[in-house]
């Protein structure tokens, strides 16, 4: 049976150019990643290391085991509504063991060949899904943004809202609000500087932001909170406690499910951006995801899935095969190991102001506004699901989304003539 998900050796570069080509994807990606696996890692409630940990380990086995050759995985800002009500009620200390039980949960699916059936999610769902999503990682970054603890609560919003009546309270801190604003400013204007300078050396705009800004930072002795130290390790074996095992079954269903749905949904979004004609294998994209989940969270890291953002870059840098995957997950490895102390000196605005600047390019103002053009059912279904996403949960939100898809669907079907 686990034969069956075992990588073969047709899925690697074989000649010295595809391996020139993918190890430049993964240098590519592993500087988009960097950013986004310190910002969730720290937004989780976790740690900057436990976010690198993850992207580490769990880029590694699902690059390897996975059952696409171009997904890259990762801590998510989708994974992180999951983990941050845990992490509140139950502490650091609760993840391997939900961890563990999500990972083998998500490995039965792929035993039980359950892929293809999780696979068939409809799109207006996704949309409405991902619209949801992109709306709690920007609220997410509120506390960030504005250099102050989060706020009394449990949802996003209400975090939120709690978090900016207490920076009002306190005194707004501009000098953090100006770091965010140089980021995003950087991050959106470098692409068009790139373009009228016609450079044909691709560096990702974040990473661009992210150093230009620390650098002004450390310059100028700018007072704002840094990341803070970063061990030079990879992460060390964490014994799962499960004195919470009952309290942790739904969490851990939930991290299952988001994990299987995300990270299909992710390679099926590779496969149409590759215009492969060979199609991801849904069962091994779940056993590679399901590995990667229970290693990185029993390591020092967290449940990961597989990132629509980073797999993205990774198409578009032209990889080749799944050397690309593993290259990004080498390059962060090294970083990790050698650039630790450099990397905790990074401010944490800065990283607020990516997640909000990646947020906005997962939201796609013009995709939505497409999509709200089409039938009202569609339109309803993909409003209704990010509301419900935002306001409940993101699991319940695709639930809603589902459901009311199929009635919607029933009731657009014409009767048949007697």
Not at 58 to 65: K, S
Not at 153 to 171: C, F, H, M, P, R
């Amino acid at each position: 049976m686990f034969f069956s998900f075992w990588p073969k050796r047709s899925e690697f570069s074989n000649n010295r150019k595809d391996l020139l080509t993918d190890l430049i994807a993964g240098l590519t990606v592993a500087i988009v990643a960097l950013p986004l696996a310190i910002g969730f890692g720290i937004t989780s409630g976790m740690s900057a290391a436990a976010g690198l940990t993850t992207a580490i380990i769990a880029g590694f086995l699902a690059a390897i085991f996975g059952g696409s050759k171009y997904q890259v995985s990762g801590p998510t800002g989708a994974m992180t509504v999951i983990l941050i009500p845990v992490i509140h009620s139950y502490g650091v200390g609760a993840i391997p063991a939900l961890g563990l039980m999500a990972g083998v949960m998500v490995i039965a699916m792929a035993v039980f060949k359950l892929g293809a059936v999780i696979n068939r999610v409809p799109w207006t769902v996704v949309e409405g899904f991902t619209v949801g999503i992109a709306f709690i990682i920007s609220l997410q970054q509120i506390p960030l943004a504005l250099g102050i603890a989060k706020g009394e609560g449990e949802k996003s919003y209400i975090v939120a809202w709690n978090t900016l009546k207490d920076a009002i309270d306190a005194g707004l801190n501009y000098t953090s609000l100006l770091i965010v604003l140089i980021t995003l400013i950087i991050k959106f204007s470098w692409p068009h500087i790139v373009h009228r300078l016609k450079w044909k050396l691709h560096i990702p705009a974040s990473f661009i932001a992210l150093l230009l800004v620390t650098l002004l930072v450390k310059a100028f002795s700018i007072d704002v909170a840094t990341i803070g130290n970063i061990p030079r390790a990879l992460g060390t074996y964490q014994k799962p406690i499960f004195d919470n095992l009952t309290a942790l079954l739904i969490p851990a269903l939930w991290i299952a499910l988001l994990a299987a749905v995300e990270s299909l949904l992710s390679a099926r979004v590779a496969d149409g951006l590759a215009h492969s004609k060979e199609h991801f294998e849904p069962n091994r994209e779940l056993f590679g995801q399901g590995l990667a989940t229970l290693a990185a969270s029993l390591f020092g890291g967290m449940p990961a899935t597989g990132a629509i953002a980073r797999t993205s870059v990774n198409v578009r840098s032209h990889a080749t095969s799944r050397m690309a995957s593993v290259f990004h997950a080498l390059v962060l490895l090294f970083i990790a190991l050698i650039a630790a102390p450099l990397v905790s000196q990074i401010p944490t605005a800065v990283i607020a102001g990516l997640l909000l600047g990646t947020s906005y390019r997962i939201l796609n103002p013009a995709s939505i506004m497409e999509s709200l053009r089409t039938t009202k059912a569609e339109s309803a279904t993909l409003i209704v699901t990010a509301v419900s996403t935002v306001a409940i949960d993101l699991i319940w939100g695709m639930a809603i989304g589902i459901a009311l898809h199929m009635i919607l669907a029933h009731y657009s079907q014409k009767p048949s003539a007697i």
